[in-house]
């Protein structure tokens, strides 16, 4: 393992082409925060001229966006190794062992994540979030937890797993079969995209199977350096699916896509023995929602056409990580949406999973130009095929003053059919 990260390390030729994609390296200005910068912290830490203790800081202070991977000349997967130090060094800044725990035992277990998100439904609904936030207690919360609180959205007492059944008949002749990856945050925040999403696959001649026991796809253990969690979950979601018998598997999340296309990859530093190569048969079947809508099915059955703006902001893990930049797009065309670019839609917006919670000030400031670009276009409507944009984004327009609805395009597409 040493000896292979040694060797991808130093692929690396100082070139600095990297530096110039960074969103965190245009905020903080200095070169140790740069890709290229912990390129070389990594190298200084594998030949022990760098102490871990330093580096764990600096480690997480990345979006794991793929921006600098996606220009890097040389070949260097940046993210990964960023990611592969996190594993090394084994420790969590801010969270510590509490958020271990946490994606061990509880990310990893479908009924106690709904158990949560209800009690997180009751602490809304009970208006304990706001008489809170006004003490300013929640401050006594790690990281940055109790400032990025705020974000989330107002829950539904009913996940999306709770509202949906396990088989959804096509309408018509059916055309496929396919398993719906009902991610963890489509499930608990935003039910009404799953709704959506089924819809229109079964207006669409798609028989949708929603296995009950699916599990996380894992890239929050990925994120945290946690390979083996993260390689027990594939072997669960393999099995799953296998047992499902889908033709296609559809994902709603840009960050489950990107996950499960790469879920025959086994992760540097993972010793768990998996079918691996089964995995990269299953990999194949993945697709990002509007992809198999417009690439697979043909989105020619609307009902209605849409009018007015939108703007696409591009998931980094669906454009970098799958390439799924054009299809959402002629998707929203195809609605009848006037598509109006904003400036660097492709550029993170700063969510990247829980960014936030540690490096709220940091993230806001990715966020507001992301938003600057957003009230540039005037559309009313800011479309982006990410749980986590959404929230981010969300959160953006109305810290900012954009008057702007954010939404993901299943849920346009199920307007017009
Ligand atoms: S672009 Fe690649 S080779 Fe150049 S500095 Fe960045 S990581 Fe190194
Ligand atoms: S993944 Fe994104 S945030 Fe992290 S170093 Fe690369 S460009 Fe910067």
């Known amino acids: 393992m040493e000896k292979e990260l040694r060797r991808l390390?130093?692929?690396?030729v100082r070139c600095g082409t990297c530096r110039s994609e960074c969103p965190i390296l245009a905020e903080v200005g200095f070169e140790g925060a740069s890709p290229r910068g912990l390129i070389f912290l990594l190298q200084g830490l594998l030949s022990g001229q760098v102490a871990a203790k330093k580096m764990a800081d600096r480690v997480y202070n990345c979006l794991l966006c793929d921006a600098c991977t996606a220009v890097c000349p040389s070949g260097v997967e940046i993210t990964n190794l960023i990611r592969t130090s996190r594993m090394e060094l084994g420790r969590i800044p801010a969270f510590g062992p509490l958020l271990k725990l946490a994606l061990n035992m509880f990310l990893t277990r479908p009924t106690l994540v709904a158990a949560g998100s209800r009690l997180l439904w009751a602490y809304q609904r009970s208006g304990l979030d706001r008489a809170l936030r006004n003490t300013g207690i929640l401050r006594i919360l790690p990281g940055d937890l109790g400032r990025a609180e705020h974000m989330l959205p107002p829950l539904s007492i009913r996940t999306a797993r709770g509202m949906l059944p396990e088989l959804i008949p096509a309408v018509g002749k059916r055309r496929y079969r396919v398993g719906y990856f009902l991610g963890c945050a489509t499930n608990l925040l935003y039910p009404q995209v799953a709704q959506a999403l089924v819809r229109v696959l079964a207006a669409n001649g798609c028989e949708v199977v929603i296995p009950k026991e699916m599990r996380c796809c894992g890239i929050p253990h990925l994120t945290y350096g946690l390979?083996?969690?993260y390689a027990e979950l594939v072997q669960s979601n393999l099995q799953v699916f296998k047992e499902a018998k889908v033709d296609a598997i559809i994902s709603d999340c840009a960050s489950c896509t990107a996950t499960l296309s790469q879920m025959g990859k086994q992760p540097l530093g993972c010793n768990a023995d998996l079918p691996w190569d089964e995995a990269a048969k299953m990999a194949k079947k993945v697709w990002d929602f509007s992809a198999f809508l417009v690439d697979e099915l043909g989105p020619n059955r609307i009902k209605r056409d849409l009018a007015g703006k939108v703007t696409y902001h591009d998931p980094c893990h669906l454009a970098r990580g799958v390439h799924v930049t054009r299809q959402p797009r002629h998707l929203l065309g195809k609605l009848g949406l006037e598509l109006v670019e904003m400036p660097n839609a492709d550029v993170c917006c700063g969510a990247a999973?829980?960014?936030?919670?540690?490096h709220y000030d940091l993230s806001m400031a990715i966020l507001k130009k992301k938003i600057d670009g957003v009230g540039r276009t005037g559309a009313p409507l800011v479309a982006t095929s990410c749980p986590a944009?959404?929230?981010q984004l969300t959160a953006g327009v109305k810290a900012y003053g954009v008057p702007a609805k954010v939404i993901h395009?299943?849920?346009l597409a199920a307007q017009a059919y």
Not at 353 to 358: D, K
């Open 9 to 12: 390390l130093n692929k690396c």
């Open 227 to 229: 390979v083996d969690t």
């Open 353 to 358: 999973g829980t960014f936030a919670l540690a």
């Open 389 to 391: 944009c959404i929230m």
């Open 409 to 411: 395009p299943a849920e």
